[in-house]
């Protein structure tokens, strides 16, 4: 179907850049419950960029060798496999505590630190230097984010809704990329040339020419 970078790092960070801090603020008769960013997020976001550009770009220089691809899956299944234990802790905590609790916010941000890691050293490199050959299996996985999503919609309060659509994400598309390395369908990027996938999903003119072909490795 389509060629893309894949889909459970993007959700994992984008779980970076929602509030994921509430508090009880009164509003006339009524309480409600007031969504806040914390320096914490930031800071965990700014370092999972740095790290990962720090990892990701040599990465791009790595020579093109019949084993590279699947070097780079081997340790993506722990970390697809932490990101979707943590996307259901994150889940769980919320029926535990209170919206407002420290001890939410606590356990949460600090499943996020090792989430961190991982991404930084691990993902950064395949995100950079790898593609995923997306299929019809996408279909389900996107309908059951769907029914997941308004199961939770409507057992929780408003102010989850967002956090709740990234992590949802993170557990159907991390099955869906641990799925998709396992039938391997994973491909070479832009800077590698060994397995390319079946149709480029960036124009001709994007692609980096090496000064001298290198030779296809058949096996």
Sequence with gaps: MF???????????EQFIVPNKFSIAPEGSKEKFIQEYSWHQFV?????IAVGFARGVPATDAPD?????????KPM?????????QAILGISLTFLY??????????????????VMLLSYYAAPMFFTCTMWYTWVIFPAIICMIGGCKALFAHQLDCYKTLFIFWIMMIF???LDMYLMAVNHIYDGCFHFQHRAPTPCY???LMYRPPHPIPTVRY
């Design 98 to 115: 209170s919206p407002d609790s420290e001890t939410r916010y606590l356990i949460t941000t600090v499943s996020q630190i090792l989430l």
């Design 203 to 205: 124009p001709e003119w």
């Design 65 to 73: 060798e019949p084993q590279r691809l699947s070097n780079v899956k």
């Design 77 to 85: 299944y722990f970390v697809i496999g932490y990101g979707i234990f």
């Design 3 to 13: 060629l893309s970078f894949p889909f459970f790092t993007i959700a994992a960070l």
């Design 44 to 48: 965990l976001l700014a370092l999972t």
């Design 173 to 175: 598309f991390g099955l």
